[in-house]
């Protein structure tokens, strides 16, 4: 399965090394020089934008014909895959994070805000999750690119989700519960996304090997 992981990887950092970075460094100068946080919390989703092409990739190459000549087994395949987008959600989790914290720290804001953007990060790597499990079932079950026009979609309609939830975790008035305090509903809101999506990133792990290992290549 590294042999699998390290095929994927350098595919994709040697076709989107510099849109990447590019990509990090705009996001990056508007959060800071524009008051626009929020693009920070957009760099969780550009993994699912890169990881979903190396499905594409594999079959524009005819690539799982080959594969299934190889001493591994279907869910290996969708396996190495799936661990792909979590090393990529894992690393943009940190990247989002720390730039965030960088950018309250430029703006003098830091003590503050620490929880507001973990609680956000947490948030959009649920709905990340979500992407992913929607984008490789679709992938898998109609082919890569036939996929991308949902994925879009999807894509669309979970920055909408994101943004609105960015918007109203920054309004207090939301914490007005009377038997919760603001640190226990933000824990409770992070937890819940993130539970969420991890149990459709495994669901989606499940379709798509069966979806995969009865496929004719």
Request: glycine content about 6%.
């Amino acid at each position: 399965m590294l042999g699998l992981l390290y095929k994927d990887q350098a595919t994709i950092w040697s076709s989107y090394r510099k849109n990447f970075l590019l990509v990090v460094l705009l996001y990056t100068v508007m959060a800071f020089t524009m008051d626009m946080k929020f693009m920070l919390f957009a760099l969780l989703f550009i993994g699912g934008l890169y990881t979903t092409s190396a499905l594409v990739f594999d079959e524009q190459s005819h690539w799982d014909t080959y594969a299934r000549t190889l001493p591994v087994s279907g869910r290996q395949i969708v396996g190495a895959k799936y661990l792909l987008a979590l090393l990529w959600m894992a690393a943009s989790f940190v990247l989002a994070y720390v730039l965030l914290t960088l950018c309250d720290l430029f703006k003098g804001q830091v003590a503050e805000n620490l929880l507001y953007n973990l609680t956000g990060c947490l948030v959009t790597l649920g709905l990340v999750m979500a992407y992913y499990a929607l984008g490789y079932v679709l992938s898998y079950k109609i082919g890569a690119v036939r996929a991308r026009s949902g994925v879009i979609l999807a894509i669309a309609l979970i920055i909408a989700i994101a943004l609105v939830g960015s918007n109203t975790l920054e309004n207090t008035s939301f914490f007005s519960f009377p038997l919760l305090d603001e640190t226990t509903l933000l824990v409770l809101i992070a937890g819940g996304s993130l539970a969420v999506g991890l149990v459709l990133f495994i669901l989606s792990w499940v379709v798509s090997t069966a979806i995969y290992t009865k496929k004719e290549f």
